[in-house]
Nanobody, 114 residues
Framework: QGQLVESGGGSVQPGGSLRLSCAAS????????MSWHRQAPGKERELVAR????????YYADSVKGRFTMSGDNAKSTVWLQMDSLKPEDTAVYYC???????WGKGTLVTVSS
């Protein structure tokens, strides 16, 4: 039950910005934990950020804290990841998830290079 569709990935130079979107359907979004993970080639998937939709409370990995901002709109059943001051090490496939129900999007590729 449920579907997540990411969008907004692309290529950007170091220091640039991107905004990822994740449109959710098929579950109770307004009482959910929503997360962004990323996976770089040859590396394990890692948690980037998460939000509790009931409260809007957020968590960020140390590697992105101060540069990335996660937000959500319960009326639109959508979460975003605003990524600023991007670094080459941010290059990865980014996945939206509702981890408590093990629901994942297909991912969107972010490439940061000169």
């Amino acid at each position: 039950q449920g579907q997540l569709v990411e969008s907004g990935g692309g290529s950007v130079q170091p220091g640039g910005s991107l905004r990822l979107s994740c449109a959710a359907s098929g579950f109770t979004f307004e009482r959910a934990l929503m997360s962004w993970h990323r996976q770089a080639p040859g590396k394990e998937r890692e948690l980037v950020a998460r939000i509790v939709t009931t409260s809007g409370g957020t968590y960020y990995a140390d590697s992105v804290k101060g540069r990335f901002t996660m937000s959500g709109d319960n009326a639109k059943s959508t979460v975003w990841l605003q990524m600023d001051s991007l670094k080459p090490e941010d290059t990865a496939v980014y996945y939206c998830s509702a981890p408590l129900i093990d629901l994942w999007g297909k991912g969107t590729l972010v490439t940061v290079s000169s």
